[in-house]
């Protein structure tokens, strides 16, 4: 039976591109010369931690961080942001989730979308993928225009397509 796989995965070698980019477009603006301006990524945690002087610095680091990933292909979709907070010294800092892997909640989401649409396949949750089965090639294609078409909140990908 032909089948294929919902994921949603991070590029971490592109997302490091993004912010050496990030890092050097920081080290070129003359605003933000001889200013605490810092971001660091934690892989196994899926965080990144942004430090600067002030709000203001942090909405420009994080606009240029975001231009950089979306040049990068990265989803802005897969970065959630948090609220500022005070930091030591009378620092800004900020903490940004990155999504990676598909959670149990949107992938039953996905799931109910998929059945609701009326086609003849089946979607079973598999850790933090969903596979699509189906007896057609064209009703698993139709599935993958119907998901690209919806917005569920975070970046898809298709993978693993069998037939």
Not at 9 to 35: S, V
Not at 82 to 96: D, F, M, N, Y
Not at 115 to 143: H, P, Y
């Amino acid at each position: 039976m032909p089948s294929f796989d919902i994921v949603s995965r991070m590029n971490y070698a592109e997302l490091d591109n993004a912010l050496n980019n990030t890092q050097k477009a920081i080290a070129q603006r003359f605003d933000f010369r001889g200013m605490t301006a810092e971001i660091t990524i934690d892989k196994k945690e899926k965080k990144m931690k942004v430090l600067t002087e002030d709000g203001t610095k942090l909405s420009g680091i994080r606009e240029m961080f975001m231009q950089a990933a979306n040049r990068r292909g990265i989803d802005l979709k897969s970065f959630e942001w948090g609220e500022p907070e005070a930091g030591l010294a009378g620092k800004t800092k900020c903490e940004v989730k990155i999504k990676d892997g598909l959670e149990q909640e949107k992938a039953k989401q996905i799931s109910k979308l998929i059945k609701e649409s009326g086609l003849k396949v089946q979607a079973s949750i598999q850790g933090e993928e969903l596979r699509v089965t189906g007896k057609k090639i064209d009703d698993l294609q139709e599935v993958i225009a119907l998901l690209k078409a919806s917005d569920v909140g975070v970046p898809l990908q298709f993978v693993n397509m069998k037939s």
